[in-house]
């Protein structure tokens, strides 16, 4: 791992990191130098593979697991990664979240509550612990909520998971204003598109209407999101919060009529 990276010297938690995009960002902060402690709730298979590799490659790296759908477990699980990081934690990346689909008629409240709980209730609850960390700790931190192009663009059978992201967004500029005198930054990241092993096959026409869409013409990669988290940590962005950072291969910058 880098010593001259961006992050370097950095204490990360990314939550989800058992997933793709979770994988990806995990991988791009510690080649940026960052010591990184990988969460997961069911994944953990992945999460400790990607661990692996980062310890392989002379990083640093640790998983913890846990239901960030309970407020204590937030707590425990940020509280875990800043004990593991000597007592600090200087970037939170709230990553964790689900994407069901199911209509609007059919929908129950539960089914409601668990996509929101997940990635609404879970970011808050995260956010809040790490920024009481990063308030006695000198340079402060940063904080990033993946969000998604669906914060602002419906689509069918996604209901809750587009109110859930649009949701994020408003709390991560809400929380940008209460937290920044603490001397925390709080941004969002949305997301388009990412691609993933067998995706193309299990949604042939979604992908080709991805790829026309694109101005660049291919989908994301976990990576590509790993980029965008990884500049709104570092001091590159040291006077940006409050900000939706839209990764989509310029997607929905396309005319609508």
């Known amino acids: 791992m880098s010593e001259r990276g961006l992050l370097h010297g950095q204490v990360a938690l990314v939550t989800g990191a058992g997933g793709g995009i979770g994988r990806g960002i995990a991988r791009r902060f510690a080649e940026e130098g960052a010591a990184v402690a990988l969460h997961c709730r069911t994944a953990l298979a992945s999460a400790r593979d990607t661990a692996d590799r980062i310890r392989e490659a002379g990083g640093a790296a640790v998983v913890l697991r846990g239901d960030l759908t309970d407020e204590e477990t937030c707590h425990r699980v940020v509280a875990e990664a800043a004990e593991w990081g000597g007592g600090r934690l200087t970037a939170l990346v709230d990553n964790a979240g689900v994407q069901p689909v199911q209509d609007l008629a059919g929908m129950t409240a539960a089914q409601w509550r668990a996509v929101v709980d997940t990635n609404l209730t879970g970011v808050f609850a995260c956010t809040q612990a790490a920024a009481r960390l990063m308030r006695d700790q000198d340079g402060g931190g940063s904080v990033t909520h993946i969000a998604s192009v669906e914060a602002g663009i419906p ?25 920044g005198p603490w001397g925390v930054r709080v941004n969002t990241v949305s997301p388009g598109l990412i691609d993933r092993e067998g995706l193309a096959e299990d949604w042939p026409e979604g992908v080709r209407r991805w790829r026309e869409a694109s101005a660049v013409g291919r989908l994301g990669r976990p990576e590509d999101i790993g980029d965008a988290c990884v500049f709104l940590a570092s001091r590159l962005a040291s006077w940006v919060t409050g900000h939706d950072l839209v990764v989509d291969g310029g997607a929905t910058a396309r005319p609508t009529w």
Do not use: D, L, T
């Open 155 to 179: 689509a069918p059978g996604h209901a809750h998971y587009g109110a859930s992201k649009a949701a994020v967004v408003m709390h991560a500029r809400a929380a940008a204003q209460e937290y």
